[in-house]
């Protein structure tokens, strides 16, 4: 059994092409991107990706906007705001949308509406990373008990072993 079985990675055929039409919106291969996007949207909803559908409309309005797609761009930002609705967005997924969302406000020469999304940004990047330094405490504080812990069964280990010692 392969490591995608085991996780159920692969009863998810959505998420590679999710991932190529990421790196298409990073590579400015637009056209491909909305196609990638157009093609596995319905999919990924259905295989449990709800959350990334407002943010992959966003990424669609932007490859629209680079295209001089304008109205297919602005009915995919107020679309991917609908979708932000009904979908339990994490935090990092939440910051990523609304910069997005500011860029294509900018491409669009909107600098009201991608001020206020850059300020959205930068609220859900903060949450971000104050989410990120919690964890981090709370990971540090359970090493440093498994190490307390582990330092006990150390010194009783050495201690058996003195005594067993046939010097």
Not at 37 to 61: C, F, K, M
Request: contains cysteine; aromatic residues 4%; hydrophobic residues 45%.
């Amino acid at each position: 059994m392969s490591y995608e079985e085991l996780v159920g990675v692969r009863s998810l055929p959505s998420l590679s092409p999710i991932l190529l039409a990421h790196e298409s919106v990073l590579e400015r291969r637009w056209a491909d991107a909305i196609e990638l996007i157009d093609q596995n949207l319905a999919r990924s909803e259905s295989d449990g990706y709800t959350r990334l559908v407002p943010g992959l409309l966003a990424d669609r309005a932007l490859c629209q906007a680079m295209l001089g797609q304008v109205n297919a761009a602005d009915a995919d930002i107020e679309a991917s705001l609908q979708a932000l609705n009904s979908a339990d967005t994490h935090r990092d997924d939440l910051a990523l949308l609304f910069s997005r969302l500011s860029q294509v406000h900018r491409l669009r020469e909107n600098s009201l509406k991608a001020t206020e999304f850059a300020e959205r940004a930068i609220a859900a990047w903060s949450e971000v990373n104050a989410f990120k330094k919690h964890l981090m405490a709370v990971v540090l504080e359970s090493v440093k008990e498994l190490a307390e812990a582990n330092s006990g069964s150390f010194q009783a280990t050495e201690e058996l072993r003195g005594r067993n010692d046939p010097d």
